[in-house]
């Protein structure tokens, strides 16, 4: 139950604290006093819209602050430990603020959370009915979910099947519409990608074949530098055996400081180290000249293959140019592009099989949707006939309330039913829909039947009505207090009322007084006590506080309500 509320810098409430009870919770005030700002503080607090007009003029922000005793076993605690949120001895804490500019935080259990979260929160705690709440229960898509939630389990497993099926038909009926009206596109891409591909096939690269090709070129275009090149170095290691005078060269150089260093290596282990390092260097001149004599036999200039590596070098970069930066990206395009082409290709097939799926997804969809318009048109029984009987405790005996359920054949993500509330006022009256067929008096009636049945079909913790008796007076507004005293026997009930006959059966009352200290006007909430419920009784019954006759009213009200409530 929702025990405490604290409202601050909310329309005309400077400050406020209602404290509120387990049972039936009533607010009355003069009006303008501000009655509406408890409705709209309460559906701040469990997320509603955050309008920057509601905040105070002169304030900065409004805030609303809530304690809410929840069961510590129950699923609220899960979701706010979820939430990161704690509990303070059972209670939770939830604070919503909205700035004068229009900004809105929300914190839970003593920790900020998107506003999300209390939405989602306030279906396990609270039901907010009110006027708008009645115009939204005019409009049919309102009235089908209205229906669904009555029939509750039972809709449930047919409608997720028909969610699911109802999901992969429109994939279905999706990707035929694509490929049956893009075919044309389609075939240019077939063609492009099959030309691009037939292409590549012709010319056939490989794996780092342009950097081969790359170096071979290199090699072939300076072929004569290259093997003079080897030539004079090989001369520098090992001299030229047909020269008539024999030059010094590496190798000759090499021998005759080693054998300098082997005719005293024995009197000196250093030295002797320096020849072997001599040795070793002669070793290694010796395979470097052999590979240069053999590197210089092996080089050749041969212009014609320099011309064929050319032109393939050509035909790789024509392939870049057009399908790729680099060959390796070239045949990656070529794999990616097969693969597509091959989807692309088999469209004829694909389309076939779609339109098999489609067909069979079609049947099961129609098959579905009659399932669900089995399962409302029973809920549709039972509901008509619980708010028929509720609106005979409402003062309304004659009144017949039907619910009719037409499958429209239009399929939607609920199904194919349009489901609609009507309203026979009278015997031998022809039902009609909601707005036609009830008086403003009625239609407030007809509200609140529907709202005790919701409350038995789908239990909240705390229900909220404002001003849902508007337009009653009477022996009706008597009925409509003692229907409301009774469903708060098993839940918390807050009511919003001008009148008395509904305000006499509270367990509390609350006031809502205003002051005007001659520039601005402040609201307040007060617990009335006995004295002070026949003093406001009596003002909403003749307008004035003292009067004798309304005070006299008001005592005969409170004792009429004290008995039907023991």
């Known amino acids: 139950m929702v025990d405490e509320v604290r409202i601050q810098g909310l329309g005309v409430i400077d400050e406020a604290v209602l404290d509120l009870s387990p049972g039936f919770n009533v607010v009355t005030g003069e009006t303008g006093a501000g009655k509406t700002m408890v409705v709209t503080s309460l559906g701040l607090l469990f997320g509603g819209r955050a309008d920057p007009q509601r905040v105070r003029p002169g304030a900065d922000r409004a805030t609303v602050e809530g304690r809410i005793v929840v069961d510590p076993g129950g699923r609220v605690v899960e979701r706010v430990e979820e939430a990161g949120g704690e509990l303070d001895d ?34 396990e705690l609270v039901a907010v009915h009110g006027q708008s709440d009645q115009q939204r229960l005019l409009q049919a898509g309102r009235q089908r979910a209205a229906l669904d939630r009555y029939a509750g389990s039972a809709l449930t497993k047919p409608m997720r099947a028909y969610t699911r099926t109802y999901r992969r038909h429109r994939e279905v009926s999706a990707l035929l519409e694509e490929l049956t009206t893009r075919a044309r ?27 081969e090709l790359a170096a071979e070129e290199e090699r072939l275009g300076h072929a004569d530098a290259l093997r003079g090149a080897a030539d004079l170095a090989h001369e520098a290691l090992l001299g030229d055996p047909a020269a008539a005078i024999e030059a010094p060269n590496v190798t000759g150089l090499l021998g005759q400081a080693r054998h300098a260093l082997d005719a005293v290596r024995d009197h000196d282990p250093e030295l002797a180290a320096l020849a072997d390092r001599l040795a070793e260097a ?39 140019r057009k399908y790729g930066q680099t060959l390796d990206e070239v045949l990656a395009w070529s794999r990616g592009s097969a693969v597509r082409l091959a989807e692309l290709e088999g469209d004829d097939d694909r389309i076939e099989e779609l339109r098999a799926e489609h067909g069979e997804l079609s049947e099961r969809l129609a098959a579905e949707a009659a399932e669900l318009t089995t399962v409302r048109t029973r809920a549709a029984e039972r509901f008509s006939k619980a708010v028929t009987e509720e609106l005979t405790a409402l003062a309304m ?19 194919a039913d349009e489901v609609e509330v009507r309203l026979a006022p009278h015997p031998g009256a022809q039902p009609l829909p909601l707005h036609k067929g009830a008086s403003g008096g009625e239609l407030s009636r007809v509200m609140l039947a529907i709202e005790v049945v919701f409350a038995g079909a789908d239990p909240v913790p705390t ?6 008796d508007a337009g009653v007076g009477g022996k009706a507004a008597v009925e409509i ?38 520039t601005v006007t402040r609201s307040g909430v007060t617990a009335l006590d006995r004295e002070g419920r026949v003093r406001e009784l009596s003002r909403m019954l003749a307008g004035l506080e003292d009067s004798e006759l309304g005070r006299a009213h008001a005592e005969e009200l409170l004792e009429m309500a004290a008995q039907e409530r023991g």
């Open 397 to 415: 005996p004659h009144a017949r309330v039907h619910v009719t359920v037409t499958p429209t054949g239009d399929y939607g993500p609920h199904g």
């Open 463 to 468: 229900f909220v009505f404002d001003e849902v």
């Open 282 to 320: 002669g070793y290694l001149i010796a395979d470097v000249s052999t590979d240069l004599a053999a590197y210089a036999e092996s080089i050749d200039a041969d212009p014609v293959r320099l011309a064929a590596v050319q032109e393939r070098r050509a035909e790789l970069t024509a392939l870049t």
């Open 90 to 123: 059972d209670t939770l804490i939830v604070m919503r603020s909205v700035s004068a500019e229009g900004r809105s935080r929300a914190f839970l259990g003593g920790r900020s959370v998107p506003v999300s979260t209390l939405i989602n929160l306030a279906d």
């Open 481 to 518: 207090g003692r229907r409301l005293s009774r469903l708060a026997r098993n839940a918390q009930v807050i009511v919003v009322t001008h009148l008395p006959q509904v305000a006499a059966f509270a367990d509390q009352h609350l006031l809502v007084e205003k002051s005007n200290d001659g």
């Open 185 to 211: 596109e389609r075939q240019q891409e077939a063609d492009m990608l099959r030309f691009g591909l037939e292409e590549i096939e012709k010319v056939d690269p490989k794996p780092g074949e342009d950097a």
